[in-house]
């Protein structure tokens, strides 16, 4: 981009903004990578509830149009590790605010979590711009990114795929362009 007299310098303010919002979410990115990689399992009591009520009370400024809905089933008190599960939770909620699909007027995310006596299971459900079939093998790859149009660090889907493998537990996606993506994890309790 030229500068001249004729830039408006608010335009600039607002690269500079977007820039450093980017670098933030990417070293966010990093310690938790770091974090996942290096720390031991923490057992604590968890309210998965309140956890992803905090969460989503971070990320609503992101997207207003979004409509939230939480299910929590037979999860009163569960005993796991809280960081791994709000890395997690926040990884798999932020994308689908990241990748709502702006030409949907009704735009939504659905977050359900329900316990067995031996299982946790969270899905994530949205009704964004969806991910290609072809690409759901890939998109728990290191810095991969499916939508080269929306800025990330490509780490999000990674950290998820490592957290949820200290928990013992699984992930899968399923997902089509233009319907949505639903993340389905299942953890041991």
Request: aromatic share 8%; net charge negative.
């Amino acid at each position: 981009m030229r500068i001249d007299e004729e830039t408006d310098p608010k335009q600039y303010l607002d690269m500079i903004e977007s820039s450093l919002y980017r670098l933030d979410h990417f070293i966010d990115d990093v310690l938790s990578y770091s974090r996942n990689a290096r720390m031991e399992l923490e057992l604590k009591k968890v309210n998965l509830e309140k956890m992803v009520n905090e969460i989503l009370d971070s990320l609503r400024f992101q997207n207003e149009n979004l409509k939230t809905i939480i299910t929590v089933s037979n999860c009163v008190d569960i005993v796991s590790d809280p960081t791994r599960l709000v890395v997690i939770f926040n990884n798999l909620i932020s994308n689908a605010y990241r990748y709502a699909d702006p030409e949907k007027e009704e735009q939504w995310v659905k977050v359900h979590i329900e316990c067995s006596d031996r299982n946790i299971m969270i899905r994530v459900e949205d009704n964004g711009i969806g991910i290609d079939p072809e690409q759901h093998e890939k998109i728990f790859g290191m810095f991969y990114r499916a939508n080269s149009e929306i800025k990330g660090s490509g780490l999000g889907l990674y950290i998820v795929a490592e957290a949820v493998e200290k928990l013992k537990g699984k992930v899968k996606v399923d997902s089509n362009p233009g319907i949505g993506t639903t993340f389905t994890v299942t953890l041991p309790k």
